[in-house]
């Protein structure tokens, strides 16, 4: 089903707080329906500074109340979580009463209005599973406009604006703006909605999760009574999230609910009340995945894709960036990159990861798993979660933490002492062998240096964080080189 877009006036848009991952996408989309965009941002660089001027986006570095002499007749200002009072490019807006709006109210009255939305909410899983919906509707030729916090293999962009009517859309619990402090979600009123599951993080802006909970509920109200929720009823808090009152169509999936997906060698079954329906061959692993992919094909199916073709498009879905994504092999260690920065996902990704090297017949149990991760989340900075942090790690053989000592992302909390409970419970033959299970640093070439030290051929090491964590990939690959070149030497 195709509509044609709604053809509005062209605009002069400035966007401030324009290099974020949800704004950026949303300026490539303003780009697309024909509107001049420009923005700011504090930290301007690569990858997004490129890929927007690709765009034709002029972008400035910073806040300052000058960039009005260039922008002050943009037609809106629209203006990014990012933002707060005191500002000073936002203070001269309101000073001069400019027009302004959030990205969230923007995207849902100039891109959202015409389409039929199928959002994708949950703690954890959410970039995931939308790019799953965006590849399946894709390949089922329903070409859908999509926004997504991160860029699928399959697509290579984050966000792109199309004739169909379906959009997929990431939809994220965050605050909208400093004068909107609802979830950003609540704007998109989608008539699918995936409700994937739900944790307590953002402490930054939540007080505890019958706060979020909340939130969520207020996105249930907004789906038509002809839409569908799709719901994970495993999840204690949806579950109370649904009970407070819904009034659509749902479809709950998990174990031993109407949908469910069980484990096969190569992939997964997708059963409806114990009859198997569809089958999912992939190389994902772990079963926050085969949930991911549950939903997914359970939205989609929605939207008329039916089953069995669902699960032959998920069967060629070649995932996000960052998402356990290979960054290469040197001297024999495998280096990973992943976002996991919640205690609940990195728990879920060391299982996955050691459930696919317990399915290699050529590992044979040998293969280690060493976790470096940096808490680098406004929650993970408040210290809220550093209790959970050991258990979250104890799946990994050898863990190595990042918490810088200064600057923006400066932990407030003792990262070493968080981690102590890891070193404990490590027998103390094999600690005097190979060292502490954990070790932290706060400096990043000496941290660096150390995984190079600890890091035997037939490990995978497995980088988490939701930032760009120094580069710390390449620099750690390069370093692995050099030590294979040393050792050639020899």
């Not at 959410?126 to 030729?141: H, P, Q, R, Y």
């Not at 909208?176 to 802006?205: G, M, Q």
């Not at 799946?395 to 923006?408: C, E, K, N, T």
Request: proline fraction near 3%; glycine fraction near 10%; include cysteine.
């Amino acid at each position: 089903m195709r509509r044609r877009r709604h053809v509005a006036l062209r605009m002069h848009i400035h966007i401030l707080g324009i290099c974020g991952t949800f704004m950026g996408g949303l300026a490539v989309l303003a780009r697309a329906a024909g509107h001049r965009v420009t923005g700011c941002d504090a930290g301007v660089y690569p990858p997004m500074s490129t890929q927007l001027e690709a765009e034709g986006i002029e972008l400035t570095e910073g806040w300052d109340a000058s960039q009005l002499a260039r922008f002050g007749d943009a037609d809106l200002f629209v203006v990014g979580n990012v933002v707060t009072r005191g500002n000073p490019l936002m203070e001269a807006i309101l000073d001069r009463r400019l027009p302004y709006m959030s990205g969230p109210q923007w995207l849902a009255e100039h891109v959202l209005r015409d389409k039929r939305v199928l959002a994708v909410a949950g703690t954890h899983g959410k970039t995931t599973t939308t790019s799953m919906l965006a590849w399946i509707l894709e390949d089922a030729g329903l070409a859908p406009g999509f926004l997504i916090g991160g860029v699928p293999n399959d697509f290579g962009v984050s966000a792109r604006m199309t004739d169909s009517s379906y959009f997929v859309i990431e939809a994220d619990e965050y605050d909208t703006a400093f004068f909107d402090k609802r979830s950003k979600f609540v704007h998109y009123h989608p008539w699918v909605a995936i409700l994937n599951n739900l944790e307590f993080d953002h402490a930054d802006i939540f007080a505890d999760l019958a706060a979020i909970e909340t939130q969520f509920h207020h996105l249930v109200r907004t789906v038509p009574s002809q839409g569908l929720l799709v719901v994970n009823g495993d999840s204690e808090a949806l579950t109370r999230v649904i009970a407070r009152g819904a009034w659509s169509r749902q479809e709950r999936f998990g174990d031993r609910l109407d949908w469910s997906a069980r484990a096969t060698p190569d992939g997964f079954e997708v059963l409806h009340e114990s009859t198997v329906e569809g089958v999912v061959a992939w190389s994902l692993q772990g079963e926050h995945n085969r949930a991911n992919g549950l939903a997914a094909l359970l939205a989609a199916r929605d939207a008329g894709v039916s089953l069995v073709r669902g699960c032959e498009a998920l069967g060629r879905f070649q995932g996000v960036k960052r998402r356990m994504e290979l960054r290469g092999i040197v001297d024999g260690v495998a280096v990973y990159d992943d976002f996991a920065h919640h205690p609940t996902a990195i728990a879920t990704t060391i299982a996955g990861l050691r459930q696919k090297l317990n399915a290699d017949p050529d590992a044979e149990g040998r293969s280690r798993i060493v976790a470096v991760v940096e808490p680098r989340s406004n929650t993970m900075k408040l210290g809220t979660m550093k209790a959970a942090l050991p258990v979250s790690l104890a799946g990994a053989d050898r863990v190595f933490g990042y918490g810088a000592s200064a600057g923006r992302d400066a932990l407030g909390w003792n990262l070493g002492d968080a981690l102590a409970p890891l070193n404990a419970i490590r027998p103390a033959k094999k600690a005097a062998k190979e060292g502490s299970k954990a070790m932290v640093f706060d400096d990043l070439e000496q941290l660096i240096a150390a995984i190079v030290v600890a890091a035997q051929p037939g490990d995978h090491v497995l980088v988490m964080s939701n930032g760009g964590f120094g580069g710390i990939h390449d620099k750690l690959l390069r370093a692995l080189s050099l030590r294979a070149a040393r050792k050639a030497q020899t």
